[in-house]
């Protein structure tokens, strides 16, 4: 799979607000700083379609893009960010519960962790969520470029203990190499409805 076009549609902050389409959604969660912008701009193959930067919780709503009429990826607010202003931290999980409840379109959502921490209930409370909600979830494994081979093997094995999960759904990923960009697009196809001409409602 490769995208040709993608185009950024809105940003919402309420259920409200989400727009109304038939495409096939695919999520991306994770903690503040985890490298979310950054991995879905490598995916996309476009640099800046994501605003990346050093300084953490850029993304303070829910964003949608549209991919070639026919998928979109939605970006939700990293959760976590201790210097965010509190009236803004203290919305973002209940941002991300609202949109795993209202979304019928989604089809996977990706749930992203920095390889070189250990996952804790925060990122247990959004795997609850998205398994309520029937909703097949990837674990992706952020920044492998920064350990060894030993050590990345170390940090899936404590990731599955964690989660009581099988290490089939752990991918790893780099932003920097590239690493996983086949396996998630892969995925993104594999879970993708067929194409759809209708026309985006906002």
Known sequence: MKFKNIIFLKSCKKAADFPKYPYPEFAFLGRSNVGKSSLINMITGIKGLVKTGSRPGLTQAVNFFVADDKLSIVDLPGYGYAKAPSEIRSSFMPMIKSYIAARNNLKLAFLLIDIRRIADEREGEILNLLAKAKIPTAIIMTKCDKLSNNQIQSAIAKTTKAFG???????????????????ILDLISNFSSSNSSAKVES
């Open 165 to 183: 999960i099988d290490s089939d759904s752990i991918f790893i990923t780099s932003a920097e190499t590239q690493k996983g960009k086949k396996e």
